[in-house]
């Protein structure tokens, strides 16, 4: 099954979850970027600091 037609099938309240949590990331990215505070992330079972230096925001 291709990943556009699974995003197809989702019911509207988990599909606006998703919106409502790709736009809480952003917004956070944002601050971080704009503070110069780096980004703490779960990676590989490990903590990681992203400098605020490295983030991008699309």
Known sequence: MRKS???ENLPPVIAK???ALKK???KVIIEH???????VVWRDGKIVHIPASRLRVR
């Not at 970027?33 to 980004?39: A, E, F, H």
């Open 5 to 7: 037609s699974l995003k």
């Open 17 to 19: 979850a998703e919106q």
């Open 24 to 26: 809480a990331v952003r």
């Open 33 to 39: 970027k704009q503070t110069g505070d780096p980004l």
